[in-house]
């Protein structure tokens, strides 16, 4: 019997230990995820802060150059370029025109700047409201920056802007990045028919070698809560992915 007991006591003992180091491991882990998330949030608000900023500073320049520069052009042909550069460093007016306007004059820009055809596909019963005018903003410029890509790098022909809710992903997409319970997310894609990523200077597909307007694309969608991809064929062109959460009406 005592060495019943002995054993028995040992076995308990070890089942404490067990529970004890398991418990140990599941707080360090759960400390360790908290922290974390923490860090990630202030990223997060560093980087709309960062981002706020940079619009601030666009208009600011934009402000400058209207004001100070172009009186003393005035019939020169520089003074078109300018205009045009000011236009398109001031954010669009989301308050007297909707992100369906804003977008469809961003194409007519473009393809008066760059003569590269630009398709506008955007689904007319969508409805950009669920939106905060800030994370308007953020798709805008997210079109914008794919749209200068385009026009940089890509030797493309023609370009296509997308905006649909509740389709089918391109192919390529990672179908397990969805918001299951929510209801259906906004595809948002810009796309042309160019080299691809791969014959681009400056641009890679790993995050870690981004380009300046690529990791602004990525901190951008991240604001959105968003996901992101650059889906690129060789001699075939590249698809700039967003996938946007539905979100409430604020």
Not at 1 to 27: K, Q, T
Not at 31 to 50: D, G, I, V
Not at 52 to 69: G, K, M, N, P, S
């Amino acid at each position: 019997m005592p060495s019943e007991f002995d054993s028995y006591f040992r076995l308990l003992w070890l089942l404490v230990l067990f529970i004890g180091l398991l418990m140990a491991c599941l707080s360090y882990i759960y400390l360790a995820m908290r922290k974390a998330r923490k860090r990630e949030l202030q990223n997060m608000a560093f980087s709309s802060l960062a981002l706020e900023a940079q619009e601030t500073e666009r208009r600011r320049i934009a402000a400058e150059l209207h004001d100070t520069v172009l009186p003393d052009l005035r019939d020169n042909p520089a003074a078109a370029r300018i205009r045009e550069i000011c236009g398109r460093l001031m954010p669009p007016d989301l308050i007297r025109f909707s992100l369906k306007d804003s977008l469809s004059s961003l194409c007519d820009s473009f393809v008066k700047r760059t003569g590269i055809e630009c398709i506008v596909e955007i689904e007319e019963s969508l409805d950009f409201n669920g939106l905060s005018d800030e994370h308007r903003l953020h798709l805008y410029r997210i079109a914008q920056e794919a749209l200068n890509n385009i026009g940089k790098h890509s030797h493309a022909k023609q370009a296509v802007l997308v905006a649909r809710q509740g389709v089918p992903e391109p192919v390529g997409f990672l179908k397990s990045k969805g918001f299951p319970g929510k209801g259906q997310p906004l595809l948002f894609s810009i796309s042309d028919d160019g080299q691809g990523l791969q014959s681009r200077p400056g641009l890679r597909r790993e995050g870690k070698h981004d380009g300046l307007g690529m990791s602004t694309m990525r901190q951008r969608a991240a604001i959105l809560g968003a996901h992101i991809d650059f889906i690129s064929v060789e001699g075939n062109g590249l698809m700039v992915c967003v996938k946007v959460p539905p979100q409430d009406k604020p």
